[in-house]
């Protein structure tokens, strides 16, 4: 992939992240990223095809960072779900982080008008959740680990969406350290 096109799903998923996929306009995207029609056009046939392109992109760090990286990585079940925790905190900690999460707030969005957006965006939380199930049945043995996992990443997800309402990271914290006690200091 050219850098161009990179640095336009990089520049337009903030922006989206920021303000919507709905609210986020072609021209805004356009103005972001210093380019005209043209450009944006040699790159992508639509604001609909950049979206899928801002998906897999987050996608693709999140398979590199929190999948690969964290919870199927060798580290003990304590450590993966203490540093799955610390990554969703880093990754919401600074200012322009109180947005929410990029995946929850297009799984809000665009689910159900477009079913493209909606599988890509599944398939995430489906990975996340599969991942996270072999954590908690090797903390907690195997009864509803399943179940359990659903139930951190809606805890996680729910907090990413209090956080961004208040726009306050405390009520991120609070809620990861509940998780903690839970699940690490039992």
Known sequence: MSQKKQQIIWTAAKLIHAKGYESTKLSDILAACGIGKGQFYHYFTSKRELGLAIVDHYAQMWQDELIEGILKSGRSP???????????????????????????????????????????????????????????????????????????????????????NNQDSEVLLDIIDGIRQEYISS
């Open 78 to 164: 304590e450590r993966k779900m203490e540093e799955m925790l610390q990554w969703a905190i880093q990754f919401h900690e600074t200012p322009e982080k109180l947005h929410g999460c990029p995946f929850g707030n297009l799984a809000l969005e665009m689910s159900e008008h477009d079913e493209d957006f909606r599988v890509k965006i599944n398939r995430i939380f489906s990975d996340w959740i599969e991942e996270l199930t072999q954590v908690i049945e090797a903390l907690q043995g195997e009864k509803q680990a399943r179940q359990k996992a659903r139930m951190v990443v809606a805890q996680i997800e729910g907090a990413i969406l209090l956080m961004k």
